[in-house]
């Protein structure tokens, strides 16, 4: 069983706040994701990080920012909040290419 | 760049009767072909993956199958019980790429 772990699980805010969604995970694993999921809908990769001091942006634009300061920790940060945000957030990581990712359960996002 | 289409988008089934999600890439350098399946409330979970290096792999009541030269793969669920339904996605990766594409999702309905 992968273990890879998000909090909150669900965050209710106001506009305007600032949010950080915490990834962390235990494998030692050098790849990290996260997506940006609809409920039941596709997922889209708006951040990844090949590593420590390693972040890109992902297929979807997105206005949040990450960071990758350890290797077990990628969390993301939302400055300004807004009902545009509402979503579900996904976390990922992976040992490698040809790999399978192992995925965290999610935070469901809800802006006021 | 890669894109996964994935089909059907619903699936619903009879308990017992067996289900089949298929799904098609582009990029013929795709290598690599998870699949997962998401309950509600949770992340998506791998149930098997496929290398380019082999056609079929079998997991129980789980099958998958790769046809390289059509560039498709399918995932084969026998005896479909009603802890089955979720929504399944597939993807394709590309060794040394460190990304997956997903596809679309289906949702699965097993009725007792």
């Known amino acids: 069983e992968a273990d890879i772990y998000q909090t909150p699980r669900y965050l209710v805010i106001g506009t305007g706040k600032k949010i950080t969604l915490e990834c962390s995970q235990t494998m030692g694993h050098d790849k990290m994701y996260w997506y940006q999921q609809d409920p039941g809908m596709e997922l889209h990769l708006i951040h990844y990080?090949?590593?420590?001091?390693?972040?890109e942006k992902g297929d979807l634009s997105s206005e949040s920012t990450v960071s990758r300061i350890r290797t077990e920790h990628f969390p993301l940060t939302l400055e300004s909040a807004r009902p545009s945000h509402t979503s579900q957030y996904l976390c990922?990581?992976?040992?490698?290419?040809?790999?399978?990712?192992?995925f965290g359960d999610g935070t469901r996002l809800s802006i006021l | 760049g890669e894109n996964v289409e994935q089909h059907p988008s619903t699936l619903s089934v009879q308990e017992g009767d067996s289900a089949v999600i298929k799904c098609t890439y582009s990029?013929?350098?795709?290598?690599?072909f998870p699949w997962y399946k998401q309950e509600l409330g949770k992340g998506p979970q791998l149930i098997i993956d496929i290398r380019s290096n082999v056609g079929e792999k079998k997991d129980q009541r789980i099958a998958v199958t790769l046809n390289k030269t059509a560039k498709h793969f399918s995932l084969h669920i026998t005896e479909t019980q009603p802890e089955d339904s979720a929504v399944y996605f597939c993807a394709a990766g590309i060794t040394g790429f460190q990304k997956l594409v997903f596809g679309t999702g289906t949702r699965l309905l097993v009725s007792p």
């Open positions: 990922a990581s992976t040992q490698g290419s040809n790999q399978p990712q192992h």
């Open positions: 990029d013929s350098a795709s290598n690599y």
């Open positions: 990080s090949y590593g420590v001091n390693s972040t």
